[in-house]
T-cell receptor
């Protein structure tokens, strides 16, 4: 079990669908992150939120739209995805964006058909 | 970001110590050395981090060379549950946590 909860665990969506991934933590962390991980590869950073404001966008295509409605929640809205976007999407949180360790969820396995 | 070099894979036997090496010859003075691991079908898990001195916690020990150009993660008694990909990452305070390829550790019963 982790203290970062991601839902759903698995998601299959068509290229014309709109869906959202959700992430929740109740550790009082003020930094939250989205990473993408392809099979047998290391995680790649997508977005960083610090105090509910987007601080880093790693040139992610606009079909991925992050949202941080409050300090405990992080969403990733998806639309018009491509099959190559199929991956494990990992959420993480940390006390702040300094050197504090990141706590990861177990991810959402996304398949785009 | 400064780069780290790790072996692609290592093997160990259960209940024996494991030393996982990491080279980081271009480390800067403000880079902390972080270790994370990722068990199968799970998200990465923080293991330990340090700057200059050796560090110990309940999971592992981190030995840092005097010139800081290399470090070693030490698992004192490997268990089957320690089989994972271990990532050595350099991180300056406030910077991105950027993963390299890591070392796949296999633990033999």
């Amino acid at each position: 079990d982790t203290e970062v909860t991601q839902t759903p665990k698995h998601l299959v969506m068509g290229m014309t669908n709109k869906k959202s991934l959700k992430c929740e933590q109740h550790m009082g962390h003020r930094a939250m992150y989205w990473y993408k991980q392809k099979a047998k590869k290391p995680p790649e950073l997508m977005f960083v939120y610090s105090y509910e404001k987007l601080s880093i966008n790693e040139s992610v295509p606009s079909r991925f739209s992050p949202e941080c409605p409050n300090s405990s929640l992080l969403n990733l809205h998806l639309h018009a995805l491509q099959p190559e976007d199929s991956a494990l999407y990992l959420c993480a949180s940390s006390h702040h964006t300094g050197n504090s360790p990141l706590h990861f969820g177990n991810g959402t396995r996304l398949t785009v058909t | 970001d400064a780069k780290t070099t790790q072996p692609n894979s290592m093997e160990s036997n259960e209940e024996e110590p494991v030393h996982l090496p990491c080279n980081h010859s271009t480390i800067s003075g403000t880079d902390y050395i972080h270790w994370y691991r990722q068990l199968p079908s799970q998200g990465p898990e923080y293991v330990i981090h340090g700057l200059t001195s050796n560090v110990n916690n309940r999971m592992a020990s981190l030995a840092i060379a005097e010139d800081r150009k290399s470090s070693t993660l030490i698992l004192h008694r490997a268990t089957l549950r320690d089989a994972a990909v271990y990532y050595c990452i350099l991180r300056t305070s406030g910077s991105r946590l950027t993963f390299g390829e890591g070392t796949q550790l296999t633990v033999n019963p």
